[in-house]
T-cell receptor, first 116, second 116 residues
Framework: AQTVTQSQPEMSVQEAETVTLSCTYD???????LFWYKQPPSRQMILVIR??????QNATENRFSVNFQKAAKSFSLKISDSQLGDAAMYFC?????????????FGTGTLLAVQP | EPEVTQTPSHQVTQMGQEVILRCVPI?????FYWYRQILGQKVEFLVS????????KSEIFDDQFSVERPDGSNFTLKIRSTKLEDSAMYFC??????????????FGPGTRLTVL
């Protein structure tokens, strides 16, 4: 069974600085998707960024980028120029490619604090 | 931009009562999901639904739970006899079949269920 591990329960960053959140996963599949979701205090789940495993190029969305290392099964999220609104719980998630088993498997989350 | 909606935002019920949580997925989406998040814990998959039937369910999704798509727009989760441990945030999500970003599940804002 696939698993997702986030080893940093909490992280803190100064406003305008850069922070990296770690995520590792375990799977025997070769095709899959990886996601980072943000959950602010409102508890809504907001998609931050996604990566297809078959793509070697790391995904980027404005200030958010990932470092996807397929062989190491690592998928870290880098937030550049951190803003106060980035403070939230961040969840890493995995999904198999195709088939009926398309559920998301989440990690335990990293709580990010942004200091002014 | 289309979004998933959920009602009610907060439901308080007595133990043993039946509750129905409602979701309106994005209109052209064909895969529907329910997830649960107990306070302070990670998001857990409950069930996925496609083509008017359950495609996968977790061990949490026992006989007390059921899902239904009663019409072309709503997707419901019913808990027949609520227990204290059912208190959680329940998220609905949907995913498209064709078009852009079909691999991504879009989440609703959640329903907070409190069982007393």
């Amino acid at each position: 069974a696939q698993t997702v591990t986030q080893s940093q329960p909490e992280m803190s960053v100064q406003e305008a600085e850069t922070v990296t959140l770690s995520c590792t996963y375990d799977t025997s599949e070769s095709d899959y998707y990886l996601f980072w979701y943000k959950q602010p205090p409102s508890r809504q789940m907001i998609l931050v960024i996604r990566q297809e495993a078959y793509k070697q190029q790391n995904a980027t969305e404005n200030r958010f980028s990932v470092n996807f290392q397929k062989a190491a099964k690592s998928f870290s999220l880098k937030i550049s120029d951190s803003q106060l609104g980035d403070a939230a719980m961040y969840f890493c998630a995995y999904r198999n490619y195709g088939g009926a088993t398309n559920k998301l498997i989440f990690g335990t989350g990293t709580l990010l604090a942004v200091q002014p | 931009e289309p979004e998933v909606t959920q009602t009610p935002s907060h439901q308080v019920t007595q133990m043993g009562q039946e509750v129905i949580l409602r979701c309106v997925p994005i209109s052209n989406h064909l895969y529907f999901y329910w997830y649960r998040q107990i306070l302070g814990q990670k998001v857990e998959f409950l069930v996925s639904f496609y083509n008017n039937e359950i495609s996968e369910k977790s061990e949490i999704f026992d006989d007390q739970f059921s899902v239904e798509r009663p019409d072309g727009s709503n997707f419901t989760l019913k808990i027949r006899s609520t227990k204290l441990e059912d208190s959680a945030m329940y998220f609905c999500a949907s995913r498209g079949l064709a078009g852009v970003r079909t691999d991504t599940q879009y989440f609703g804002p959640g329903t907070r269920l409190t069982v007393l």
